[in-house]
């Protein structure tokens, strides 16, 4: 079973930074797309940025020119470093990983940003 765990959540001021972290086990395939989705309170989940095992991205309008994913296929792990972070930016992040033809997601991770 895939399993995907993240980390680098928190609390920061607007403006700052964060780099979340996603690794993926349990599989000896590398994901296909590895990415991440966000949820605020009262909203939809949604996508955030996603990436290809060859290197195609796709970003949210919001957070273009803000955030950058990245990805270390040997490790199966893909990244988020988020910069210019704003109180809008405040939501729970899950990362996402589609394996062969299965999607797998974290269980989230709370980032919080302060004015």
């Known amino acids: 079973q895939v399993q995907l765990v993240e980390s680098g959540g928190g609390f920061v001021q607007a403006g700052k930074s964060l780099r979340l972290s996603c690794a993926a086990s349990?599989?000896?395939?590398?994901?296909?797309?590895m990415g991440w989705y966000r949820q605020a309170p009262g909203n939809r989940r949604g996508l955030v940025a996603t990436?290809?095992?060859?290197?195609?991205?796709n970003y949210a309008d919001s957070v273009k020119d803000r955030f950058t994913i990245s990805r270390d296929n040997a490790k199966k792990t893909v990244y988020l470093q988020m910069n210019s972070l704003k109180p809008e930016d405040t939501a729970v992040y899950y990362c996402?990983?589609?394996?062969?033809?299965?999607?797998?997601w974290g269980q989230g991770t709370q980032v919080t940003v302060s004015s």
């Open positions: 990436m290809t095992s060859g290197g195609t991205t």
């Open positions: 996402y990983a589609k394996v062969l033809w299965n999607d797998y």
């Open positions: 349990g599989t000896v395939f590398s994901p296909d797309t």
